[in-house]
């Protein structure tokens, strides 16, 4: 395991969470006027919807690779969880403002390319999941500080989730590294984030 893990606010999830929703809405109007950065969570919404489709697109590539049913059905949570994220995003923003979500050039690969998973398990799930859930609970933290607790449980909610998608992205890592015999990149987490070291182990 990547031993991605924090105490949350809540056991709750994102969707759960966002049941308060006038506490948030309250909670963005008074975030506005101490100048928080609409803009950032309307960009970050559309970037948890282009997740969405990154996360179908790996449903195929792990469907073309005869993964186990489990790993499968993990990446569709994932999937359904990122558009929570998307919903939590734009109740964070507190804007009335309609947004577009762009569509998506989706390009899905069903043929074994094992290196190609295991590069992208690791490089564009691991890494970057677990990069967005510290990012996630520091902003937590910030919005605990500032007396918003319905903005912290909310990003809590996502930081943790967030985690069991670079979790997950790292057993994915495992099992195609098991299934073709090739090495998996060593991933490390620091105060700063999560990386992969320069050197290989053998799974």
Known sequence: ??????????????????GAANQLHDEATRAQAGQVDVGKWLAQARDEHASVAAFAMLQL??????????????????????LDHASACMALAGSQARLVLPAHDVRARMQQDWPRLLHRSVHEGAVPEGNAALRL?????DEHRAERPARAQVLWAMGHEEASHAELAHDIALW????S???????????????????????
């Open 61 to 82: 590539e792990l469907l073309a690779h005869g993964a186990p049913l489990d790993l499968v059905g993990r990446v569709l949570t994932a999937s359904q969880e990122e």
């Open 181 to 203: 015999g090739v090495e998996v990149p060593a991933v490390h987490i620091e105060a700063g984030g999560v990386f992969t070291k320069a050197e290989t182990q053998a799974v």
């Open 1 to 18: 395991e990547l031993g991605l893990a924090a105490e949350p606010f809540t056991q709750s999830g994102t969707r759960a969470v966002l």
């Open 137 to 141: 609970w520091r902003e937590a933290h």
């Open 176 to 179: 195609a590294a098991a299934a």
